[in-house]
């Protein structure tokens, strides 16, 4: 069985950077991807992006090309997200998601194992 923990969540000025990781532990399936999805208060959650964990393509969403970059470590069983130009909007709750790999990979009903989630603060 799959086990997620997200770590790295805190509090950074706009404009600034952080990094979140997803240790990832327990029996892990062939060709599956890693996805990080984020919510925030009175907000419904919402995709940030995906890691095909094979062959390290990547998918982000719209408000975050540019910004945000997902990365993978095999030796280290983590999956990282890199945030650069951080914004008061990205302020939200981080989850780090998995399932196999799928083209709809923006919906959360796609992954069927979640972290607790970490908290990212941004201060404008």
């Known amino acids: 069985q799959v086990q997620l923990v997200e770590s790295g969540g805190g509090l950074v000025q706009a404009g600034g950077s952080l990094r979140l990781s997803c240790t990832v532990s327990?029996?892990?399936?062939?060709?599956?991807?890693m996805a990080w999805f984020r919510q925030a208060p009175g907000k419904e959650r919402e995709f940030v992006g995906r890691i095909v964990w094979a062959s390290s393509a990547s998918n982000y969403a719209d408000s975050v090309k540019g910004r945000f970059a997902i990365s993978r470590d095999n030796a280290k069983n983590a999956v990282y997200l890199q945030m650069n130009s951080l914004k008061a909007e990205d302020t939200a709750v981080y989850y780090c998601a998995a399932g196999y790999y799928t083209y709809t990979y923006y919906f959360s009903n796609s992954y069927d194992v979640w972290g607790q989630g970490t908290q990212v603060t941004v201060s404008s």
């Open positions: 327990g029996r892990t399936f062939s060709r599956y991807a």
